[in-house]
């Protein structure tokens, strides 16, 4: 006699385990789908999906399968904003910058380029081998998500620097007096 192993950790409801399998997907999914995923009723799965999506965690989208759901963009990078700002001090993301920077300086020596348009319009170039033009395609999916990585942590210094002005710093080494000295 076997026993079905539970796919889920004990403790977990119905609630976490919609939310753990809507926010993990990268194509939108209807209800159903979600429900049998996180193996609850389609009625306990819609019901968890209404929330999140009025709460802007999930986007609702029409497909040919119907409605179905997908982690609102937004938010997300939002999260990731907050994320970076509560656990990173302003010189660990000044050094991420720096470190994205020269990254994007070496590819456009590397690849003789100036920007990532350039690079993404070389790929078609006729004198590239398959494999120079994957190289090149790698890159550019690199460049993408760096430029996505620089914009998170210049909105993160930002928002630090927001919140020590209003004195809710996220800054362990922020306090009071230093903030007066600075301004």
Same mark, same amino acid.
Request: hydrophobic residues 30%; aromatic residues 6%.
């Given at each position: 006699?076997?026993?079905k192993q539970p796919a889920w950790p004990a403790g977990m409801d119905a609630a976490e385990r919609v939310r753990?399998?809507?926010?993990?997907?990268?194509?939108?999914?209807n209800a159903g789908w979600i429900a049998t995923e996180a193996d609850v009723s389609r009625d306990t799965a819609?019901?968890? $999906? #209404?929330?999140?999506?009025?709460?802007?965690? !999930?986007? /609702? &989208? %029409?497909?040919? +399968?119907?409605?179905?759901?997908?982690?609102?963009?937004?938010?997300?990078?939002?999260?990731?904003?907050?994320?970076?700002?509560?656990?990173?001090?302003?010189?660990?993301?000044?050094?991420?910058?720096?470190?994205?920077?020269?990254?994007?300086?070496?590819?456009?020596?590397?690849?003789?380029?100036?920007?990532?348009?350039?690079?993404?319009?070389?790929?078609?170039?006729?004198? $590239? #081998?398959?494999?120079?033009?994957?190289?090149? !395609?790698? /890159? &550019? %999916?690199?460049? +993408?998500?760096?430029v996505e990585v620089r914009e998170a942590v210049r909105l993160a210094i930002g928002l630090t620097e927001s919140?020590?002005?209003?004195?809710?710093?996220?800054?362990?080494?922020?306090?009071?007096?230093?903030?007066?000295?600075?301004?």
């Open positions: 006699m076997s026993e753990h399998v809507a926010l993990t997907r990268t194509t939108p999914r819609v019901k968890y $999906l #209404s929330r999140m999506a009025e709460q802007g965690d !999930l986007e /609702v &989208v %029409e497909t040919a +399968e119907g409605t179905c759901y997908k982690p609102d963009p937004v938010t997300q990078f939002l999260d990731e904003v907050r994320d970076l700002a509560e656990t990173h001090s302003q010189e660990e993301l000044t050094a991420e910058l720096r470190d994205i920077a020269d990254e994007i300086d070496r590819w456009k020596r590397e690849f003789d380029v100036e920007s990532l348009a350039e690079l993404r319009q070389s790929v078609g170039n006729d004198d $590239l #081998s398959a494999e120079q033009r994957r190289e090149r !395609l790698d /890159v &550019v %999916e690199g460049w +993408e998500y760096d919140l020590t002005e209003l004195g809710a710093g996220t800054d362990p080494g922020y306090t009071p007096d230093s903030h007066l000295q600075e301004g």
